[in-house]
């Protein structure tokens, strides 16, 4: 019997070459190359449109129509997801091990399937596993049809039987196509699958969920493709050691990306957080110093959290600069802009920086607050109670504005803070009801502010 013939593929980007390189020449990502076995071409193209094969035509002459929604009953998910589910669409839902993708789906699935026809396809767990599951958790499971298989001929000939309008695919690295010999979770695998199943799901309008693994890095596990096939890509985040999870939208063709939605981990599954701000602010029983409360933007929800530093005399030669949820090179610019503008010097001190909840935060906005919670700190004075900051620093020590200033200050005094820091160009035209608004321009304005106060 003849050796099966071996490639090499990306795992990145699923390009092919004859031999092992540490660096892919098609994508230049390093030590991605696998070895699989080369594929026979097939005999007859399996590859079909998407759509139907039109003329040439005028944009102008398309009519645009609103896409409808079919909520999940689940309001935090049919946030990230734009308003709810698309018919045709395809979604990819990938996250951590017992982070809780299966349990949000399943739960998901329940609420549809009083309205919908539903059917939920498991390659990891039995019938009797998942049975168990919803047992646990008090669901309905009578309208939800289960599929236990992992050969992609099967499952699409079940969708073509079935006709359902929702299908839950968990997950997409247990399935296999026979047309390929490469194992389950190969990168041709996973590539293959995904599009014969976006191809089903655009074909028969059925809406397609699937269930992604991640890597040690915390990417989605397969080529990068597998991103750019479907319509929308969730990431479901959590920390061990909290009960809370984070779900969000990093792209999504029927709605906004970066949308965030918070789910708490119960004994009876995933439960909504409807307030998500109280996670990220702590409670004192009194004032403490290196505490400020920002305003940060989460696509379109504002979320308050709390930024807590600590500066303490330095006994060594190099003072340590640790930044938690925050980026570490901008607290060292933001210090070097302290220092230069404002006259405070921490280049003898220990700085340590923390968002708390463990919320990550990419924006700028935060500059001001970390400054304000350094300075509260250094000179161990508490800030004011009931006080807001926010607003990015520039490098010439200006107080730059930042997006969506009003909804942050309407946010904040729904919550019952009574007094807010904010860069100039974000000063509200009209006053808004219950909150106090200081305007700053420079950095010294908004230490003289606290100094003041």
Not at 6 to 18: A, K, L, R, V
Not at 172 to 199: K, N
Not at 328 to 345: C, D, P, S
Request: charged share 20%.
């Amino acid at each position: 019997m003849a050796k099966a013939k071996t490639i090499y593929t990306c795992t990145e980007c699923g390009g092919q070459s004859p031999k092992w390189q540490g660096q892919c020449p098609h994508c230049m990502a390093w030590n991605t190359m696998v070895e699989t076995i080369a594929e026979a071409p097939a005999a007859n193209n399996r590859y079909a449109s998407l759509s139907k094969t039109s003329g040439v035509q005028s944009l102008a002459d398309v009519e645009a129509a609103e896409v409808p929604r079919q909520p999940t009953g689940i309001a935090e998910f049919d946030r990230v997801l734009g308003g709810g589910l698309v018919r045709g669409g395809v979604v990819l839902i990938g996250g951590d091990p017992g982070i809780g993708k299966s349990t949000l789906l399943l739960q998901a699935l329940c609420h549809l399937g009083s309205r919908h026809k539903v059917l939920y396809v498991s390659g990891e767990e039995s019938a009797q596993q998942i049975a168990l599951r919803a047992k646990r958790l008090s669901l309905d499971a009578s309208p939800v049809q289960l599929l236990a298989e992992i050969s992609l001929e099967k499952i699409s000939a079940t969708l073509a039987s079935h006709q359902p309008q929702v299908a839950v695919i968990d997950s997409i690295q247990t399935l296999y196509s026979e047309a390929l010999q490469s194992a389950p979770g190969s990168v041709a695998q996973v590539r293959e699958c995904a599009a014969q199943l976006t191809r089903v799901a655009k074909q028969s309008g059925v809406t397609v969920i699937l269930v992604g693994h991640v890597t040690k890095e915390g990417t989605l596990a397969g080529p990068r493709v597998l991103e750019h096939i479907v319509d929308t890509v969730l990431y479901f985040e959590g920390d061990s050691n909290s009960s809370f999870r984070l779900i969000r939208a990093f792209k999504n063709r029927f709605g906004a990306v970066n949308e965030l939605g918070v789910f708490a981990m119960t004994e009876k599954g995933l439960r909504e957080v409807s307030n998500p701000s109280a996670l990220f602010l702590s409670h004192h029983a009194e004032q403490v110093s290196g505490s400020c409360v920002m305003v940060t933007q989460e696509g379109t929800r504002p979320l308050l959290v709390e930024i807590q530093a600590l500066v303490d005399e330095a006994h060594a030669p190099n003072p340590k600069r640790l930044s938690v949820g925050l980026e570490q090179n901008r607290l060292a610019m933001l210090l070097a802009v302290l220092h230069r503008h404002a006259g405070v010097a921490c280049f003898d001190q220990d700085v340590f920086v923390n968002a708390v909840g463990g919320v990550k935060i990419t924006e700028p906005a935060a500059d001001l607050a970390v400054l304000m919670a350094i300075v509260s700190s250094l000179k161990d004075k508490p800030l004011p109670q009931k006080l807001v900051v926010f607003g990015e620093i520039g490098l010439a020590g200006e107080v730059r504005p930042v997006q969506r200033g009003q909804e942050r200050l309407k946010e904040a005094a729904k919550l019952g803070f009574t007094k807010a820091i904010v860069p100039k160009a974000n000063q509200p035209r009209q006053a808004v009801a219950g909150i106090e608004v200081i305007a700053v321009e420079r950095v010294e304005q908004a230490i003289n502010a606290l100094r003041n106060n």
